[in-house]
């Protein structure tokens, strides 16, 4: 009886360890688990705390680009301002000086067109073959042909057209701040005799002009200027007869002083 008992307590001792050893492994398991768990949560944990600060470092940089922003959208709206301010006084200035650059023009215009008138009256004794007056590009041009003025191949004004020069010398006289360009013209046949060529008659058409303007009629000869201009710059077809006759002759351009125009153009 004895001997039973004590195999029975035996097995009860031997089962009783095996059970509390295979519990202990189980229980080291969960707590190895439990450990890996833990090092992957404290793991997690502080990359979730890197991340974190990385936001607040963006979320900080994203407040001050805002900052940023507002100032330069407030500096921005400031100067647009001050830039449409700007435009709107620019915009009346030069509205003003347009309407400055308009009325002097006009004036030019005027004085042009009513000296004009009275350089026409002055000749309107004088035949239209033998003179005329027209305004191109704002200057008044008073052309004289060479049958009015002088023989073929010379430069010696005849007596009729020292008339014609007194009557626009006494207009020229009478006229304030007007230049004043004599320019000569030939057609294009070859020169002979006196004069070595077109240009020396030209020139010397126009210098015998301003002579008799100066010298006979007294108008300021700081006001004139004599050009010979050759075959170079006709006005008719030089192939015919009319052509060339109507290209032989003396130009007389009178300029308003400019000077106040240029003035404000250059503004």
């Known amino acids: 009886m004895k001997k039973y ?96 650059l308009q009325t002097l ?42 049958k009015l003025l002088f023989k073929s191949g010379s430069a010696v004004v005849d007596p009729k057209g020292k008339e014609a020069l007194k009557s626009l010398a006494t207009v020229l006289s009478s006229t304030q701040d007007i230049s004043v360009v004599i320019e000569g013209h030939t057609d294009n046949v070859p020169m002979k005799g006196k004069y070595e060529d077109n240009w020396s008659l030209s020139t010397e058409r126009a210098t015998s002009i301003v002579r008799i303007l100066t010298n006979d009629y007294k108008v300021d000869a700081n006001s004139i200027i004599a050009s010979g201009r050759s075959e170079f710059y006709p006005v008719a077809d030089n192939t015919t007869t009319e052509g060339k006759a109507k290209n032989r002759r003396t130009e007389i351009i009178l300029s308003p002083n400019l000077s106040e125009l240029f003035k404000l153009i250059n503004q």
């Open 5 to 100: 008992t004590f195999l029975f307590l035996s097995s009860i001792l031997v089962f009783s360890s095996c059970v509390s050893k295979k519990k202990l492994i189980s229980e080291q398991k969960k707590v190895q688990n439990l450990q890996t768990d833990s090092t992957r949560a404290y793991a997690s944990l502080k990359d979730c705390n890197s991340n974190l600060k990385d936001c607040i470092l963006k979320v900080g940089d994203l407040e001050k680009g805002k900052l940023q922003i507002q100032k330069e959208m407030s500096n921005l709206a400031s100067s647009s301002q001050t830039t449409i301010e700007n435009s709107k006084m620019t915009i009346e200035e030069q509205a003003k000086r347009l309407q400055a």
């Open 105 to 146: 023009i006009q004036s030019q215009k005027d004085i042009v067109n009513k000296l004009k008138k009275t350089v026409a009256d002055a000749l309107i004794n004088f035949k239209p073959d033998e003179l005329s007056v027209s305004i191109k590009d704002g200057k008044l041009y008073v052309s004289l042909q060479e």
